[in-house]
């Protein structure tokens, strides 16, 4: 075999590698992705098996359905590895924790607006007791149940929701990806060109700064402008 064809041979065989870890990351079978992209079911077993290879426009449609970035055809790192890595932390210590966590900050708010355990029994019809577990994390509360406690107490569920913990992590990249997606084209592709990262830094500086540090910044500007 010349060099081109083994070439092509091995980027075949990596190729289908990376198709069927997409599909199964998935979770889907391949009778069903071989009917969204309208292939046989023999053809797509060899698009998995390296036999044979999708074209650009399978793989691109592919991707779009599975919502796999179509890059990731092109790189070294698997999707089922990095699944796996979700649960290969302790789930039961993780909601453990997350119960205290809650519970910490309920009882923090509470005490803060000087509410009594029986004056939000009272108000929400929940027995003390069962809020005292709330607040000790020895139980969780059901989230309607939750819902109606950071509202009386003036928390958001988003303030209690997980921050800097794997779950918490994994949801802040969704909420920054949904927000990227969101914003308009033009504006996408600027945040998306390197070259313009020093302009994102100094927005990010100007973000955090005090209204009296913006307005001496915008003085200063003003004068240099005159």
């Keep these: ?3 081109q064809p083994l070439t092509r041979s091995i980027r075949a065989k990596k190729l289908g590698a990376l198709i069927r870890d997409a599909r199964m990351a998935s979770g889907e079978s391949m009778e069903t992705c071989a009917e969204w992209i309208g292939v046989s079911q023999a053809d797509y077993e060899a698009y998995e098996n390296g036999e044979l290879s999708p074209s650009l ?7 779009y359905i599975l919502e796999v970035p179509l890059d990731h055809f092109w790189g070294d790192v698997t999707l089922t590895r990095g699944d796996g890595d979700k649960r290969a932390f302790d789930t039961q210590q993780f909601t453990q924790l997350r119960r205290r966590i809650i519970g910490a900050k309920l009882r923090k708010a509470r005490q803060e607006r000087g509410k009594l355990l029986e004056e939000l029994s009272a108000k929400l019809s929940i027995d003390e007791a069962t809020l005292i577990a ?3 994390g020895e139980r969780a509360a059901s989230v309607p149940e939750l819902e109606n406690l950071a509202s009386e107490l003036g928390l958001s569920i988003r303030e209690l929701q997980d921050q800097h913990g794997p779950v918490g992590t994994w949801i802040n990249q969704r909420r920054a990806i949904q ?3 969101s914003l308009p084209p033009d504006l996408q592709a600027f945040v998306g060109k390197p070259v313009n990262l020093p302009y994102l830094e100094l927005a990010q500086r100007l973000s955090e700064m005090s209204v009296e540090k913006l307005r001496a910044v915008a003085e200063g500007l003003l004068e240099i402008t005159l």
């Design 1 to 3: 075999m010349s060099v």
């Design 134 to 136: 709330y607040e000790l």
């Design 179 to 181: 927000g990227f997606l």
């Design 57 to 63: 426009p399978e793989l691109e449609l592919f991707a």
